[in-house]
């Protein structure tokens, strides 16, 4: 059985972007993926989706969302485990 790589972040730390287009942001972690190394953050990597109507979403169109990044491509600033 493969064990699961230990992430250095959890949900809710505020991060640093360390590479690619948005070096530099920061914004909070919304969700971890251990299985695949990446995480979520607010506002950062945002990607358009084309979205089809739904009940929710009558219209439908594009949608700007979060895509995931991977772990080693951010820093933690400040854990959520400190500010408890």
């Not at 009558?58 to 772990?71: Q, S």
Request: charged share 30%; glycine share 8%.
């Amino acid at each position: 059985m493969a064990m699961r790589p230990k992430l250095h972040v959890r949900t809710g730390d505020t991060v640093q972007i360390l590479s690619g287009k948005n070096r530099g942001s920061k914004g909070k972690v919304l969700e971890v993926y251990p299985k695949t190394s990446k995480v979520l953050v607010e506002g950062v990597n945002l990607i358009k989706k084309s979205m089809r109507p739904t009940e929710d979403n009558p219209d439908g169109g594009i949608v700007e969302r979060e895509a995931p990044l991977h772990a080693s491509n951010v820093k933690v600033l400040e854990s959520s485990k400190e500010s408890e």
